[in-house]
């Protein structure tokens, strides 16, 4: 069994800046890609970053580049997502997810339906 484990989030003022991290334990697999997705209330998931653990590559969402950058400690196991420069906008449950599987285009790659393993989410608010 494979776990993802939230951590890092919290309430921080317009401008603020936050960094998640996100545990795995049991399986070790060879991920293709880490990364988050969140979820606004009334609003889908969607994805924030994702990382190839085998190249670096990196994808975000346009709301958030260059603000929020995505890395990762392959010794650890673990990718990081810090955020800076927050906005009201960005707050959501943020969740942890992982794949297993490649893709072939980066619709794919950005989709929710890509990734078998999901963290249980931390919540991010921003207040304005």
């Known amino acids: 069994q494979v776990q993802l484990v939230d951590s890092g989030g919290g309430l921080v003022p317009a401008g603020g800046s936050l960094r998640l991290s996100c545990a795995a334990s049991?399986?070790?697999?060879?991920?293709?890609?880490m990364g988050w997705f969140r979820q606004a209330p009334g609003k889908e998931r969607e994805l924030v970053a994702a990382?190839?653990?085998?190249?670096?590559?990196?994808v975000y969402a346009d709301s958030v580049k260059g603000r929020f950058t995505i890395y990762r400690d392959n010794d650890k196991n673990t990718p990081y997502l810090q955020m800076n420069s927050l906005k009201a906008e960005d707050t959501a449950v943020y969740y942890c997810?992982?794949?297993?599987?490649?893709?072939?285009?980066?619709?794919?790659?950005?989709?929710?339906?890509?990734?078998?393993?999901w963290g249980q989410g931390t919540q991010v608010t921003v207040s304005s």
């Open positions: 997810a992982a794949r297993v599987h490649p893709v072939r285009t980066t619709v794919q790659r950005m989709s929710v339906t890509s990734y078998e393993y």
């Open positions: 049991g399986r070790t697999f060879s991920w293709y890609d």
């Open positions: 990382i190839s653990w085998s190249s670096g590559s990196t």
